[in-house]
């Protein structure tokens, strides 16, 4: 894919699109979007936007009107004949490395998974504790004691009989999510009797690491779906997992059922919530609320009949999930459930809708009892009708996109809408930062909105900045000073499109709102080099106390002698390099410290052709104390914080 606007755009519906891919929906035909929506007596409503009032979604009356519903939309199939496994109560098997016990942590300061929402935790492949490092390796999860370095050693390893896609560390509490992709029965076996469950199935792990050495596996829960995504807050861990809805053959619906421990708790067809307006697809989402510190404590949950959950936004009072809907009179649409979390209770309270598709959590946000999102509509509903081709509607298509920030009440109706920003573009990152909204659009430049929400009934544009390439991920530096990871770009000359180059850092002062600019930038490779967070901010190092921004790169470099005219946008570099970038950075400046890598042998270089991989890849890096940890499946490496010197390293079995 040459046009950077096209490869971002397929890229962006790769991911929103994943989770239907992964619980086996092959083809997808759009139905159209119910005309009759509710009303609300809120009085300050917009009425000319779309509109959901809280009594949206209802409850089943029975497993009768459940199955009618489902029968009726046609959108769910069958699975029979299928083969049966057996699944031990002990889901997870601990294997141990070491004996001693170790004294009680040392005080000292260290970095934390960054996460959007202060307070409310991310699920992640690497935590630590101040002392010891928890890391995700296949299908295994590895203690270390970390800190001090010169003891660094493996004291536990815990393998899954699943695919681990995060951790959780907290109080001597570890949470391991992973998942089983599969579609048959698998039987719970427990000491009278056994049951006969239907998967795929997430599995929620808790295991007391009180002693490093001979950690203890207190709760096993396992969720029928495939897991979504997940929070912690204080003691509890909200966890939501979708389940496709089918029936085995006789048309009675398969329901999720959660299992705790031993205990199965089914689900029952009154306690769904659904929409009477008609979709292409439908899932249970489970949302079950977890505590991992009081292990008898009952689970708590709430299950809905969605579409296609698209992605979650999480406060501290708050799960907010994003369903993308087609509307004949709107096109894409974005619908919003809001679901109340209290200490461990989860209630369901509105719903709402507005135009346009939201590319990831960074779109929403919470605030002073507002809800506040950005979203990008696509200009296809004006083209429905046209006699053209499909490459002249899809150019035309992009030239109508626009830009769109929300803000919505309690309810979820609309109070204050900014629509049409940057046409011809999408929304590439969104960060909400208290009363302002900044928005970067890409087609050809990189603008950057600074947009004010401190009325919340009339947000507005501020000010801009146009300059080349485009920003990922924004993160905050201060109040006045944003950060902006992405790539750099280079106009082309045969079509109204830019060719994607290196990674790009960029500080941004954003003090005088009319007037942002870019204070200082660093571009690191050619065209090819990549960062994982470009897709995923948890691979993000940052700590403004200490002016430190540290991150994974996968250097690509063109070999100019190559290129005797002259080297063209379009040319690609070859891989040289990959590890840890790490930067010194200040309110107006970026200055690169020095760089680590685990992988020793060039041939990983070489032998790589499209996509490079290493089992010695830099994916994480955190500190301890005065000490630099950076992380790859196979190695953690140690370095001094400050001068960088390398104070020894650690295998991963």
Not at 36 to 62: E, M, R, W, Y
Not at 230 to 246: D, E, N, Q
Not at 414 to 426: C, D, H, N, S
């Amino acid at each position: 894919m040459s046009e950077i606007g096209d490869y971002k755009v397929s890229l962006r519906r790769f991911l929103l699109t994943a989770l239907i891919a992964l619980i086996l929906v092959s083809s997808l035909a759009l139905t159209l979007y119910m005309s009759g929506l509710l009303s609300t007596n809120d009085h300050d409503v917009d009425h000319n936007v779309p509109f959901i009032g809280n009594a949206f979604l209802q409850k089943f009356s029975s497993r009768e009107e459940l199955k009618n519903f489902l029968l009726k939309s046609g959108l769910y199939g069958g699975y029979t004949g299928l083969p049966r496994i057996f699944l031990e109560k002990s889901f997870a098997v601990a294997q141990f490395v070491g004996a001693a016990a170790e004294p009680a942590s040392m005080d000292v300061g260290y970095s934390k998974t960054n996460i959007q929402v202060e307070g409310v935790d991310e699920a992640d492949m690497v935590k630590t504790d101040g002392r010891y490092i928890y890391l995700v390796s296949g299908k295994s999860v590895f203690i270390i004691k970390a800190y001090p370095p010169e003891g660094a050693k493996l004291s536990s390893q815990i393998q899954v009989n699943a695919t681990v896609c995060g951790i959780f560390v907290n109080a001597n509490r570890l949470v391991i999510f992973a998942y089983s992709d599969i579609y048959y029965p698998m039987i719970f076996l427990n000491d009278s009797e056994s049951k006969e469950l239907m998967g795929p199935w997430t599995h929620l792990m808790v295991y007391d690491v009180e002693e490093h050495e001979t950690p203890v596996l207190i709760r096993n829960v396992t969720l029928n779906g495939i897991y979504f995504n997940s929070r912690m807050i204080g003691k509890h861990v909200y966890v939501l997992a979708t389940l496709p809805a089918y029936h085995l053959g006789n048309g009675e619906p398969v329901l999720p059922k959660i299992v705790d421990n031993e205990r199965i708790v089914n689900i029952e067809p009154t306690s769904i919530y659904y929409s009477n307006v008609s979709d292409f697809y439908y899932a249970f989402t489970v949302v079950a609320a977890i505590n991992i510190q009081d292990v008898e404590e009952p689970i708590t949950k709430e299950t809905f009949l969605f579409g296609s959950a698209s992605c979650i936004y999480v406060s501290l009072n708050n799960i907010y999930v994003t369903v993308s809907k087609y509307s004949e009179e709107y096109g894409e649409t974005s619908e919003i459930h809001r679901i109340r979390i209290d200490g461990g209770k989860v209630s369901y309270e509105a719903s709402g809708i507005v135009p346009g598709f939201v590319l990831n959590q960074f779109s929403m946000d919470e605030h002073n009892g507002y809800f506040r999102i950005a979203t990008t509509t696509s200009g296809a509903t004006i083209l429905r009708g046209l006699s053209a081709t499909s490459t002249s509607i899809a150019r035309e298509e992009e030239n109508l996109r626009r830009n769109n920030v929300y803000v919505l009440n309690r309810s979820l109706a609309v109070v204050g809408r900014l629509e049409g920003l940057a046409p011809g573009e999408q929304i590439y990152a969104a960060r909400f930062m208290g009363d302002r909204c900044y928005l970067v659009t890409f087609k050809k430049v990189d603008p950057l909105f600074v947009i004010s929400l401190k009325d919340p009934t009339k947000p507005e544009v501020l000010g801009q900045l146009k300059i080349p390439g485009y920003s990922d991920y924004l993160h905050p530096f201060d109040e006045d000073h944003l950060i902006g990871i992405g790539k750099w770009t280079v106009e082309a000359e045969e079509g109204d499109f830019a060719w994607y180059q290196g990674v790009k850092i960029s500080i941004f002062d954003v003090s005088d709102f009319e007037h942002p600019k870019e204070v200082d930038g660093y571009v690191i490779g050619d065209r090819g080099t990549d960062s994982p967070v470009l897709w995923d901010h948890k691979a993000l190092l940052f700590d403004k106390d200490l002016n430190l921004l540290a991150m994974p790169v996968l250097v690509a470099e063109i070999d100019e002698s190559k290129y005797p005219d002259g080297v063209p946008p379009n040319a690609y570099g070859d891989y040289v390099w990959q590890g840890l970038y790490v930067f010194e950075i200040t309110e107006n400046n970026l200055r690169l410290r020095g760089r680590i890598t685990h992988i020793e042998d060039r041939s990983d270089f070489l032998k790589s052709g499209y996509r490079f991989y290493s089992d010695y890849a830099i994916e994480r890096a955190l500190y301890i104390g005065d000490v630099l940890y950076t992380i790859s499946d196979r190695m953690i490496k140690m370095n001094n914080l400050t001068t960088l010197e390398e104070i020894g390293s650690l295998k991963i079995p």
